[in-house]
């Protein structure tokens, strides 16, 4: 791949990416405020700026991989909530959910679009509808591996709010292993061959063979 091409692939992929994490995270503080927690908003994590919100291993890995990665964890206090254990599930699924949404909204405007104006589109719409296929790949990766039970992932925190207190309380005192296990898990391809499956699945159900 020639320098040109991959300036060309990092244009494509760069928008999607930010978007998708941003998003991700601001969904989170936004139920978690909603709920009665204002910390993310006192934080300055209430913010579209996604230099707020990037992590710098899981923006790597986003680049590397096209599916999976991961952000700076919004901060939350759940003793702001009425009722934490049920609250903080609701601010855990936030983020997957709102990238749901952006796939299928991304996947929608491709659909609707790419009739209409592929064979015809110049410089300016390919670009935008390679942007907008991206976009369905990276916010359906995005929910799909934060939604893996380990810690800190979001998935852990649903995991959490539904197994019982004594159960949950000895599963978060994992919790410090959490991140060498996604390292150990993503770099060895172990993570891939477990969630890639599904995420083609879900691109296929949302775009088909448009492309």
Excluded: C
């Amino acid at each position: 791949m020639d320098f040109a091409s991959i300036i060309q692939r990092l244009a494509i992929l760069t928008p999607p990416i930010l978007l998708a994490v941003t998003i991700h995270e601001m969904a989170h503080g936004w139920v978690a405020y909603r709920l009665g927690d204002p910390t993310a908003k006192l934080m300055g994590r209430f913010s579209l700026n996604p230099l707020r919100h990037l992590d710098p291993i899981g923006t790597m890995v986003f680049f590397l991989t096209q599916t999976i990665g991961w952000a700076k964890p919004v901060p939350v206090n759940p003793s702001y909530f009425k009722n934490p254990r049920n609250d903080m599930v609701w601010v855990a699924l936030a983020g997957p959910g709102a990238n749901i949404l952006l796939a299928v909204l991304s996947a929608v405007l491709l659909r609707q679009v790419l009739g209409s104006f592929w064979e015809t589109s110049g410089f300016f719409m390919r670009p935008v509808l390679y942007m907008a296929y991206v976009s369905v790949q990276i916010n359906i990766g995005l929910a799909v591996f934060n939604l893996l039970p380990i810690p800190p992932l979001d998935g852990s925190k649903v995991l959490m709010g539904i197994l019982p207190p004594g159960l949950a309380s000895s599963f978060e005192s994992f919790e410090r292993y959490g991140f060498l296990l996604i390292l150990v898990l993503v770099f060895t391809g172990v993570t891939g061959r477990v969630i890639v499956p599904l995420i083609l699945y879900m691109n296929k159900l949302l775009l088909g063979t448009v492309l």
